[in-house]
């Protein structure tokens, strides 16, 4: 019997509305949050942007994850997989507008057409295909791409969110039925935890090894704005919620990109 009141989180049972997927979730809005505010006062170089692009791009993300956990407590697992790819996708963008920053500012090019036309809606950013392309080629990444593409596990994910975006398979289009028994909620809830791990972890690590200052603490800004001699060193301290999530997962599921991180930066990374 359909109760009029009957709640989704009812119907669906404990072990899927206490999933750890939930507190995951949560995490991850909370470190772009805290994210966009962190670099709002970086300069996005190559752009007339007032302030820092990715303030609101990491605001933006927030708010798909915040939409994923939203639907994913209704039980809509197959529309939470089309906003993960759209959370992939974001991801790349940011990555990819970051690197080409990089490469082409200049004194001689001092405003980088693409991104900043991009910016104003005069042009639209390349398609995925040449993201990843560029992405993949770059030698500034290259150590951490050798990485992220030891296995397959990344167009795994790209896959599954094509086949729940496209319905590619009926099975995907049953996991959006919340009323519907369906013994594999709970398996396919571990498997979505596994992938907005992977791409969370290619993110962190491409977006801080291409931009290490992002991850600095607010300590030496804060005494050059009150008119304080900053500790010796404070500019490579790196801010509390990065270092958490660090160690929390970046260390704890790929220790080999965190080693790799910790090599190659100036930021006092633990």
Known sequence: MRLENDKPEDRLGKDYSEHSIFVQLQYYSDFYDSLSFAVMNWSSMGTKAILNLDTFTFSS??????????????????????????????????????LYLSDNFSLDNFIVTQIDNWRQGSETIPEYRVISKYIKDSPKLKPITDLLKKDDRYQKIRDRCNDHTHYNFYRNLLLNDNVIY?????????????????????????????????????????????GIQPEEDSQYWVSNFVQKAFDDIIKAKRFDIAEEMKRNTNMQLN
Do not use: W
């Open 182 to 226: 369906n013994p594999n909620r709970v398996k396919h809830l571990g498997i979505f935890s596994k992938d907005i791990d992977a791409i969370f972890i290619q993110h962190f690590a491409y977006i801080f090894y291409l931009n290490e200052h992002y991850m600095m603490a607010s300590d030496y800004m804060d005494s050059l704005e009150v």
């Open 61 to 98: 993300i927030k708010g798909t994850i915040d939409s994923i956990k939203e639907i994913l407590q209704k039980g809509r697992i197959n529309d939470s997989y089309a906003l993960l790819r759209k959370y992939y996708d974001s991801t790349m963008i940011n990555i990819y507008a970051n």
